[in-house]
């Protein structure tokens, strides 16, 4: 079974930066293809795609805050970091990390964001 | 980016009855889209991807359908636990994008 757990502050004030950490259980990057990312949504808002980092330490970021994140990954862990810097109150958000599976033959589905984790609330707030 | 805008905003329907619910994409996301379902409080979950597929899981009331820029979740006789929202996402180009949702409300 896999689950994720996402970990870090839950209030950051106006122009600090933001570490979360997500802990994984019941996969490894030493799967090809596996990818950990991370999703947020602001409070009655939609979705919103952020970051992506595959086995092999490729990574991927949303063009729109790309100056602000960098991804990084702790194999030996099983864990994954999100830093993001110069935190605005726009920032305020739920914070998920999900899970992208490795291999379409044992799982047809892994091309896609399942499970996530249950998500971290962060405000951003003097 | 590509930008999915999915219609209705709101949909009131009552257990029993048939939803239908659109998502377009601004150009051809060929057959990589899935949607989403996330209950109040909850974090998403999986329902459907390349756009028929079910999730491991998802009942056979929930269906899919579509290609290139025009896609269907069609849920045949909703439940109670059905009323929720949803969200399609597209995997075709970087950056990954969702739709702004569909509230599924009991009328």
């Known amino acids: 079974q896999i689950t994720l757990k996402e970990s870090g502050p839950t209030l950051v004030k106006p122009t600090q930066t933001l570490t979360l950490t997500c802990t994984f259980s019941g996969f490894s990057f030493s799967t090809s293809g596996v990818g950990v990312g991370w999703i947020r949504q602001p409070p009655g808002k939609a979705l919103e795609w952020l970051a992506l980092?595959?086995?092999?330490?490729?990574?991927r970021y949303s063009p729109s805050l790309k100056s602000r994140l960098t991804i990084t990954k702790d194999t030996s862990k099983n864990q994954v970091v999100l830093t993001m810097t110069n935190m605005d109150p726009v920032d305020t958000a739920t914070y998920y990390c999900v899970h992208r599976g490795g291999d379409v033959v044992v799982e047809p589905s892994s091309n896609w964001f399942d499970p996530w984790g249950q998500g971290t609330l962060v405000t951003v707030s003097s | 980016e590509i930008v999915l805008t999915q219609s209705p905003v709101t949909l009131s329907l009552s257990p029993g009855e048939r939803a239908t619910l659109s998502c377009r994409a601004s150009q051809s996301v060929s057959t990589y889209l899935a949607w989403y379902q996330q209950k109040p409080g909850q974090a998403p979950r999986l329902l459907i991807y390349?756009?028929?597929n079910r999730a491991t899981g998802i009942p056979a009331r929930f269906s899919g359908s579509g290609s290139g820029t025009d896609f269907t979740l069609t849920i045949s006789s909703l439940e109670p636990e059905d009323f929720a929202v949803y969200y399609c996402?597209?995997?075709?180009?970087?950056?990954?994008?969702f739709g702004q949702g569909t509230k599924l409300e009991i009328k």
């Open positions: 390349d756009v028929s």
């Open positions: 996402q597209q995997r075709s180009k970087w950056p990954r994008t």
């Open positions: 980092i595959y086995w092999d330490d490729d990574k």
